[in-house]
C-alpha cells in the first residue's frame, strides 16, 4: 500500500466518513424518493390497469344490454347492426351449429347469451364482408426488446363478441343472433380509457399515460406514439413482458420499454370464454416525469451535501495541520539523526499536550542513543581489532603448520614404507596411525588456512576453460583412491570426459576433494561412490554419490554450515566442520548452488555452475 503524509490520512479520513456518510444519507433518500415517487406511481398504474379492464369490459356489458333491447327482424339485420354500432351481425340456425366458427355464438345455442373475447380469423373476416379483412390487417413492425419473429403481418382480429339464442313459439332454441366490434385500428376504445385514466395528459409532447390492446403480442389499438409521432400499431410487446403475461399467464406490474421510451407499466391478459389467453391489455405512464423530478430533489440533495462536505473538510484540514505541525518537525529531526547528527532536538511547545510528552520522549530518547551510539563504537572498534587478530593468528598458526607438517609426513610415510630401513608389523601399525592422524591434520590446517584467505576477502576467481574430469575430478579420485581401496569402496568416474567449464581449476580442485574426501570417509565398507555429470540450458550438474547412512532431513540445515558436522551416534568421526562451507562458498563465487538429495541406501551431494 502507498504510504501517504499524516495529514493526507487525517484528511483522507476525515472525507471518507463524510463520503460515506453523504452516500448513506444520499441512498436514504433515494429510497424515499422511490418509495414516495417510483413506487406509489407504479402502484397508480395497477390502479389504471383496474379501470382499464373495468373500461374494456363494460364495453361488452354494453353490447349485451343493446342486444337485450332490439326487436330482432331477420329482414333488416344490416339496420339492426347499425342501431347496434356494430361492426358485424350475423344469424346462425341451429342446424348450421356444425360450421358456426365462433365459439361465443356455440355457446349461446345451449339456451344462453354469451359474451367474451375471441379471436377472428382471416377467412371469416373476409365472409363478414364490410371491409373488416382489409382494416384488420396490420404490417408487423420491428420493435426494440421484442422477441424474434418471421411473420411479416397480422390478418386475424380481435373482437369483443355478444350472441343471443333465437326462439320459436314454443320456446326451442333455432339459432342465434352474433355481432360484435373489431378491436383492429379502433382507436375508440383506447382513446376513450385515455382520456378517463389520464385526462389526456402530455409530458414533452408526449402523452403522459398509454393504453394498448394487443392481439397476441402485437399493438392493434393503441395511443403509443413511433418515433415518427404516430399510433405504434403493429409494433410488438417486449420479450419479457410477453413471457410472463402471455406464456405464464400472470400479471407485469414494472417499468417496461415501450417502443421509444421507458414507461411505469401494467399488464394482464385478455382470454376467450375457454380460458386461452388471446391477446394483453395496457396502460402504462410515461417514467420520465418520475424520473426528472427524483433527478431535480437528487440534485438539491447532492449541492447540500456538497456544501456541507466543503465546510467539513475545511475544519479537517485546519485539525490536521495543528497535529501534524509537530509530528512533522520530530520527522526532520530523525531524518537528521538518522543521518548521524544525534544532537538533534524537537521543541514542546504544542497546544496538545500528548504531543508535547511525545517530544520530550523523543528528546530523552535521542539523549540515550547518543550514548549507546559512542559505547557500541568504542565496543566495534574492539571487536574489529579482536577479529584482525584472530584471522591473523589463524592464517600464520595455519601456514606454518603447514610446511611443517609437509615435511612431517614425507618423512612418517617414508619409515613407514621401509625407505629408511625394515620395519616390524607392530612398529607399521604404528606408523598407518600415525600417517592417518597426520593427514587428518593436514586437512585441517589446509581448511583452516582456506578459512583464513576466505574470510579476508583474499580468495580471488581466475576463470579458465578447462575440462572438468581431466583436470579436476580425476586428481581428486587419485588422491583418495587409497583410502576407498582400504575400505574396499568402488569409485565409479562416470563424469563426462568432454565436459569443459570456466571456472578457477584450483579452487574447484578443494571443491572435489572435499566432496570425494567426504565420500571415502562416511561411505561404508564394501559400498561405492559413483560420479555423474550432465550439462543442460548453460549450466553443469555434477553429482558425488556414496552409499551410506541416509542424512535424515533435520540435520541437511548443519551441512553447510561453518564448524558443524553430523556425528552419527555411536560414530567416531573426525572432521572441522569446515569442508563443506568452504565447499559452499566455492560454488557460490562461481555463479552456482549446491545441496544434498538423500538416496534410498545413500547420499548424493549435487552442484551446479554456469558453464
Known amino acids: 500500500m502507498k504510504a501517504r503524509s499524516l495529514k493526507s490520512r487525517i484528511l483522507i479520513s476525515f472525507f471518507t466518513v463524510i463520503i460515506l456518510l453523504s452516500v448513506a444519507i444520499a441512498m436514504h433518500r433515494m429510497h424515499v424518493v422511490n418509495r414516495n415517487i417510483i413506487d406509489r406511481a407504479q402502484a397508480e398504474v395497477q390502479n389504471d390497469l383496474s379501470v382499464a379492464r373495468i373500461i374494456y369490459q363494460g364495453e361488452m356489458d354494453n353490447i349485451r344490454k343493446a342486444f337485450g333491447l332490439i326487436s330482432y327482424d331477420k329482414n333488416n339485420l344490416a339496420q339492426l347492426q347499425k342501431k347496434l354500432g356494430l361492426d358485424y351481425l350475423f344469424v346462425a340456425g341451429i342446424k348450421d351449429s356444425g360450421g358456426i366458427k365462433s365459439p361465443i355464438a356455440r355457446a349461446a345455442l345451449r339456451g344462453k347469451g354469451a359474451g367474451g373475447t375471441r379471436v377472428v380469423e382471416s377467412d371469416e373476416l373476409q365472409w363478414m364482408g364490410s371491409g373488416l379483412f382489409d382494416r384488420s390487417r396490420i404490417a408487423i413492425k420491428s420493435t426494440p426488446k421484442a422477441?424474434?419473429?418471421?411473420?411479416?403481418?397480422?390478418?386475424?382480429?380481435?373482437?369483443?363478441?355478444?350472441?343471443?339464442?333465437?326462439?320459436?313459439?314454443?320456446?326451442?332454441?333455432?339459432?342465434?343472433?352474433?355481432?360484435?366490434?373489431?378491436?383492429?385500428?379502433?382507436?375508440?376504445?383506447?382513446?376513450?380509457?385515455?382520456?378517463?385514466v389520464f385526462e389526456n395528459k402530455s409530458y414533452n409532447n408526449k402523452p403522459i399515460g398509454t393504453v394498448t390492446i394487443f392481439l397476441d403480442d402485437v399493438r392493434i389499438a393503441t395511443n403509443v406514439l413511433d418515433n415518427e409521432g404516430k399510433r405504434a400499431i403493429g409494433t410488438r410487446v417486449s420479450d419479457k413482458v410477453y413471457q410472463k403475461v402471455v406464456v405464464e399467464g400472470r400479471q407485469w406490474v414494472d417499468r417496461a420499454f415501450v417502443v421509444t421510451d421507458w414507461y411505469l407499466t401494467a399488464y394482464e391478459p385478455i382470454r376467450d370464454i375457454s380460458g386461452k389467453i388471446v391477446g394483453v391489455l395496457y396502460v402504462g405512464r410515461l417514467e420520465k416525469p418520475f424520473v426528472d423530478l427524483k433527478k431535480n430533489i437528487l440534485e438539491v440533495l447532492f449541492v447540500i451535501v456538497l456544501l456541507v462536505s466543503a465546510a467539513a473538510l475545511l475544519i479537517s484540514y485546519v485539525l490536521a495541520a495543528a497535529i501534524t505541525r509537530p509530528v512533522t518537525q520530530m520527522l526532520k529531526a530523525t531524518r537528521v539523526m538518522s543521518a548521524g547528527d544525534l544532537k538533534q532536538r524537537v521543541t514542546t511547545d504544542s497546544s496538545i499536550s500528548e504531543l508535547n510528552e511525545l517530544a520530550a520522549s523523543f528528546n530523552e530518547m535521542a539523549g540515550k542513543l547518543a550514548d549507546r551510539e559512542k559505547s557500541l563504537q568504542e565496543s566495534s572498534e574492539k571487536m574489529a581489532a579482536l577479529n584482525k587478530t584472530y584471522l591473523d593468528l589463524v592464517g600464520f598458526v595455519a601456514h606454518e603448520?603447514?610446511?611443517?607438517?609437509?615435511?612431517?609426513?614425507?618423512?612418517?610415510?617414508?619409515?613407514?614404507?621401509?625407505?629408511?630401513?625394515?620395519?616390524?608389523?607392530?612398529?607399521?601399525?604404528?606408523?598407518?596411525?600415525?600417517?592417518?592422524?597426520?593427514?587428518?591434520?593436514?586437512?585441517?590446517?589446509?581448511?583452516?588456512?582456506?578459512?583464513?584467505?576466505?574470510?579476508?576477502?583474499?580468495?580471488?576467481?581466475?576463470?579458465?576453460?578447462?575440462?572438468?574430469?581431466?583436470?579436476?575430478?580425476?586428481?581428486?579420485?587419485?588422491?583418495?583412491?587409497?583410502?576407498?581401496?582400504?575400505?574396499?569402496?568402488r569409485i565409479e568416474n562416470n563424469i563426462q570426459p568432454a565436459l569443459k567449464f570456466r571456472g578457477d581449476v584450483s579452487l574447484m580442485q578443494i571443491v572435489a576433494n572435499n566432496l570425494v574426501g567426504n565420500a571415502v570417509k562416511y561411505g561404508i565398507p564394501g559400498g561405492r561412490i559413483v560420479l555423474r555429470s550432465k550439462a543442460d540450458a548453460g549450466k553443469i550438474w555434477i553429482e558425488v554419490y556414496n552409499d551410506g547412512r541416509v542424512i535424515q532431513l533435520e540435520e541437511m540445515e548443519k551441512l553447510f554450515k561453518k564448524f558443524s558436522r553430523l556425528t552419527p551416534k555411536g560414530e567416531r568421526t573426525h572432521g572441522t566442520g569446515l569442508g563443506l562451507f568452504i565447499t559452499k562458498e566455492i560454488v557460490e563465487k562461481h555463479g552456482g548452488r549446491i545441496w544434498v538429495e538423500p538416496r534410498k541406501e545413500g547420499n548424493a551431494f549435487i552442484f551446479e555452475i554456469p558453464i
Open 147 to 196: 422477441k424474434p419473429t418471421r411473420r411479416t403481418e397480422v390478418d386475424s382480429a380481435l373482437a369483443i363478441e355478444y350472441a343471443m339464442p333465437l326462439a320459436d313459439a314454443a320456446g326451442n332454441v333455432t339459432g342465434v343472433l352474433c355481432g360484435g366490434k373489431v378491436l383492429n385500428r379502433d382507436f375508440d376504445l383506447v382513446d376513450r380509457i385515455h382520456g378517463l
Open 401 to 489: 603448520l603447514k610446511g611443517i607438517l609437509a615435511s612431517t609426513i614425507l618423512n612418517a610415510y617414508s619409515v613407514r614404507d621401509g625407505f629408511l630401513g625394515l620395519v616390524n608389523f607392530k612398529q607399521r601399525r604404528a606408523l598407518d596411525s600415525i600417517t592417518r592422524n597426520l593427514d587428518y591434520f593436514e586437512s585441517t590446517v589446509k581448511n583452516f588456512l582456506n578459512l583464513s584467505r576466505m574470510e579476508k576477502g583474499e580468495i580471488a576467481v581466475n576463470k579458465t576453460e578447462r575440462q572438468m574430469r581431466e583436470d579436476v575430478f580425476d586428481l581428486s579420485v587419485d588422491a583418495f583412491a587409497k583410502g576407498a581401496s582400504e575400505k574396499e569402496i
